[in-house]
């Protein structure tokens, strides 16, 4: 397979915001690319697709059982593993990518549904953990997606989750 390197960027504009994960995969051979992003403390690592055109990174979420796909065979995240994850609160500035519903939406966690055009979708809870980048970047903190419900490609797909830029 193909490997070649990407700088991905975080918040904020200056150097100390970029890091480079190698990617892997071509569109010809896999229909994209992917790189390895180990999340959580201890690190957990899974296979995300790179796509330019999504707002949200997610991974399956150790619930989802059977509403997810087997993917790599590699374990989901459990926020129950990691000491750093915390979740994301509904009407909290991390909770801009999902949304809440009912009376006491304040005190809720925050829910994310993502759909596709060719018919997949994914759908979970917002929660606020560590990336490790490593080569001296150490852990940033990010805002992710654990998905609870896969449907189409999305349940049939060989890479884990997905990953914004």
Known sequence: HHRRRRALLQEGDDDSDFATLPLHGS???????YVDLRLGTPPKQFQV???????LTYVPCSDCGSQCGGHTGAPPFNVEDSTTSEKVNCGTEDCHEGGCA????QNSQCVYQKSYAEGSAVRGRLVKDVVNLGGGYGDKAVVFGCTT???GGIHAQVADGLMVR
């Open 102 to 105: 009912g009376s006491d939406s």
């Open 27 to 33: 569109v010809k051979e896999h229909g994209y690319y």
């Open 149 to 151: 419900k896969e449907t």
């Open 49 to 55: 697709i790179v796509d330019t055109g999504s707002t």
